[in-house]
């Protein structure tokens, strides 16, 4: 008896698709270790799409007969309705979610389900599943972004009167609208929507290089790459299989939008906190203590603050995985999907409740415009005007500082002082101080472009809804 006649039907060698070779069976731990399927079976339409575009292409050229392809296509679609439709099975025998495709196809169409690996490798295949996957977890962010953005710009709009304490050093700096702070969000989260379309753009078509190669057959690359919506095809089947750079620089661009949103979480916290008191997250997005009745506790937007740690941990941990690995493929890439996948489904998340808990955020302005005044944050403006009277603007600052001394040490504000006290600090003083101290002039004189005075704000609110048109153009356009 042969080797080949020893392995798989007879039971005693491996009855793995690949097991042609081997004599003994697969230990148990290593089938274990070695299965992706309880992770990447979420590769199923995507790998199944993949297929149908491949055995069309084969047909195409020749090397599948139109009647093998439609017995294929056939097969295809019905996993595909199988998968969509929660009847699929899953068995960590498959080993992967490609050889549990192909495994099914078997079964539902016969011996020629075998040629729908003809001139592919899993490893181009692998790479494949994984561009059509994270497109569509690009073009699932890039909605989630705009969505929250829609909910920054109706705040905006909202309060683009609303005063607001300006901060630096988490110390009150100067007022600001609230729709001003509201906007530097969303001009920040506009860039992380832009930054994904750009992953998109670079995006490339790895099917066709076989297992690091190419194959032994004219392939259609282009022609696969324009069915699956690709602008380029990879050049080289070597980088083809061995990259993942995209998975990295999703992971990064993810890290980054997570930054963006932990850094507004930590805001709500703080602002909901009694110590603050300017906003009020919806009831349904906080939680209460199990011990301390009276807690109402802004949970959600801590749990988002925490997910950015995880974005980062993940692109990290790809970043380790990939360096130093030698071309082509190695097994090593399997687990880049634990990091994307879960990227994915928490940065969907991260992006929808921020929306939702921003959408019902109440703000308290007497509390906001108290803080603001509060805090001397009109001084600058105190020494802009002395400025104006002839002061240095070095003197100007020193002077405005004693003004604040002199009234922080006995609680009083900028708008309480007399004439009389101002004057014995500067005679330069005059009436004109009074106007110039109310938050709303303070505010209205920042109209520097960019600034909190309301006209720019109107501007800044102009060109958040031209960007927003363009970009939801843009995703539409797909
Ligand atoms: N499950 C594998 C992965 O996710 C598919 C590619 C396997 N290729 C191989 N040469 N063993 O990377």
Not at 161 to 181: K, M, N, S
Not at 315 to 328: R, S
Not at 359 to 374: F, H, K, N, P, S
Request: proline fraction near 4%.
């Amino acid at each position: 008896m042969d080797d080949d006649q020893k392995n798989g039907a007879d039971g005693k060698g491996t009855t793995k698709p690949w097991g042609g070779r081997f004599r003994e069976e697969q230990a148990p731990l290593f089938e274990k270790l070695n299965a992706s399927i309880p992770f990447d079976h979420v590769l199923a339409p995507y790998d199944v799409k993949g297929s149908i575009v491949h055995v069309r292409m084969l047909a195409r050229i020749g090397v599948l007969s139109d009647a093998e392809r439609d017995q294929i296509l056939g097969g295809l679609q019905e996993i595909e309705r199988e998968v969509v439709e929660g009847r699929f099975v899953w068995s960590l025998e498959d080993e992967d979610i490609h050889m549990a495709v192909e495994r099914r196809l078997v079964e539902l169409v016969g011996p020629v389900g075998g040629k729908v690996h003809t001139g592919r490798s899993r490893n181009d295949q692998v790479a494949l599943d994984l561009h059509l996957y994270l497109r569509d977890a690009v073009a699932g962010h890039r909605a989630g972004i705009l969505a929250l953005m829609e909910v920054l710009l109706h705040q905006a709009r909202v309060h683009e009167r609303t005063i607001f304490p300006g901060y630096t050093h988490l110390q009150r700096a100067q007022p600001v609208v609230f729709a001003h702070h509201l906007l530097a969000h969303l001009f920040a989260f506009q860039r992380e929507c832009e930054r994904f379309a750009a992953w998109e753009e670079l995006s490339w078509m790895p099917l066709g290089a076989g297992a690091l190669a190419g194959v032994n057959y004219p392939l259609d690359r282009e022609w696969v790459a324009a069915e699956l919506g690709f602008s380029r095809v990879a050049p080289n089947a070597m980088d083809a299989v061995a990259a993942r750079d995209a998975a990295f620089h999703y992971l990064a661009l993810a890290a980054s939008c997570g930054l963006q949103l932990s850094r507004l979480a930590e805001e709500l916290v703080l602002w909901s906190s009694q110590e603050f008191g300017f906003v009020e997250l919806p009831e349904s997005w906080t939680s209460g203590s199990s011990i301390m009745p009276q807690k109402r506790n802004p949970d959600a937007a801590e749990l988002v603050r925490a997910k950015s740690a995880a974005f980062l941990a993940r692109l990290q941990g790809l970043g380790c995985l990939l360096k130093g690995l030698p071309l082509a493929y190695n097994k090593d890439l399997q687990e880049d999907k634990l990091y994307v996948f879960r990227t994915r489904e928490d940065l969907d998340l991260c992006l929808a409740a921020m929306a939702e808990m921003l959408a019902g955020l109440t703000v308290d302005q007497t509390r906001c415009r108290q803080a603001a005044e509060g805090g001397y944050a009109q001084a600058t403006d105190v020494a802009d005007y002395l400025v104006r009277k002839g002061l240095a603007f070095r003197e100007a600052h020193r002077l405005a500082g004693r003004l604040v001394a002199l009234l922080a040490a006995e609680g009083r504000s900028f708008s309480q002082v007399t004439l009389d006290e101002l004057k014995s600090l500067s005679p330069l003083f005059d009436e004109e101080y009074y106007s110039l101290v109310d938050l709303e002039k303070v505010v209205a004189a920042k109209v520097s472009p960019g600034g909190t005075a309301p006209e720019r704000v109107k501007e800044q609110i102009r060109l958040a809804e031209v960007a927003l048109e363009r970009l939801q153009g843009g995703r539409s356009g797909q």
